[in-house]
């Protein structure tokens, strides 16, 4: 947070200064953990819904990113063990019907992203906390409720993932150019 901000767990202003804070961060780690920015935002929502009732509650003011972290992971983890969400995939290429084309090869920035998209969430949200949020190993252990070594897992099995990836990306753009 930053110094001119001093934010301390206890009212609704202080839970509404924090949020007017701490919001844009809040919403770039939604975004890697639901892959698409509209239902971020939902999941931005629904979590400070949650924990507003539990502000004044809060033991360490500081922890309150971690918390908001944790409790957007689990409403997460908690609307895909829905049943009507099985069948929904949210994709940014939609093919024209009846077409067997593959999208678009995605183009650098956001060539690694959309690759880190398609990893499994709990390698996406793994990845996205270690390398985009820039947290420590034992951090992303609390944040997602497990233990330091399965975060050292699936960030090898994410980036083992995305390397294939990238090789196959790299591959299939050679043989598209020279053919």
Do not use: I
């Not at 001093?6 to 770039?28: H, I, K, M, Q, S």
């Not at 780690?29 to 971020?40: M, S």
């Not at 998209?117 to 190993?137: D, F, I, K, N």
Request: with cysteine.
């Amino acid at each position: 947070m930053s110094e001119g901000l001093r934010v301390v767990a206890g009212t609704e202003a202080d839970f509404a200064a924090y949020v007017a804070e701490r919001r844009p961060a809040l919403l770039r780690w939604a975004t890697v953990v639901a892959g698409d920015p509209h239902t971020a935002e939902d999941l931005v929502q629904a979590s400070l819904v949650r924990v507003l009732p539990r502000w004044p509650g809060l033991r360490e003011p500081a922890a309150a990113d971690a918390y908001l972290r944790r409790t957007m992971a689990n409403l997460y983890v908690s609307w895909h063990r829905q049943p009507w969400r099985r069948a929904e995939r949210c994709v940014a290429w939609l093919p024209e019907p009846g077409s067997t084309s593959s999208p678009p090869l995605p183009l650098a920035p956001d060539g690694v992203w959309s690759l880190v998209l398609q990893l499994p969430r709990v390698q996406r949200a793994t990845v996205a906390l270690r390398y985009y949020e820039g947290l420590s190993v034992a951090e992303t252990a609390a944040v997602l409720g497990c233990s330091s070594g399965t975060v050292k897992s699936n960030c090898s099995r994410g980036l083992a993932s995305l390397r294939r990836s990238v090789e196959e990306a790299a591959r299939a753009e050679d043989t598209a150019l020279a053919g």
